[in-house]
């Protein structure tokens, strides 16, 4: 079974920047999608940023023009660079990944903005 392994979380002040990554323990065939949820205390898990077959992002408003999604399907990677963060953005962080059968969460990483 494949796991996710990702990296990068940690405390930041506002207005700094973070980047997550995301690999695979072993190769992929036929990946959908690859992205990023979070879940901050109190709240259900949401999307955060996402990137299928081709390289089509998409992005909850909340962080529309300053997170970016990239990464490499052939080298199942995701990485989300994170800029201009605010206390909000505060949550545990899971990279996705999805296939024909299914999708495998990486065991997250925690995001914390704080001053």
């Known amino acids: 079974q494949v796991q996710l392994v990702e990296s990068g979380g940690g405390f930041v002040q506002p207005g700094g920047s973070l980047r997550l990554s995301c690999v695979a323990s072993r190769n992929i065939f036929s990946i959908y999608a690859m992205g990023w949820y979070r879940q901050a205390p109190g709240k259900q898990r949401e999307l955060v940023a996402a990137i299928g077959r081709g390289g089509t992002t998409t992005y909850v408003d909340s962080v529309k023009g300053r997170f970016t999604i990239s990464g490499d399907n052939a080298k199942e990677t995701v990485y989300l660079q994170m800029n201009s963060l605010k206390p909000e953005d505060t949550a545990v962080y899971y990279c996705?990944?999805?296939?024909?059968?299914?999708?495998?969460w990486g065991q997250g990483t925690q995001v914390t903005v704080s001053s």
């Open positions: 996705s990944l999805t296939t024909l059968d299914g999708t495998t």
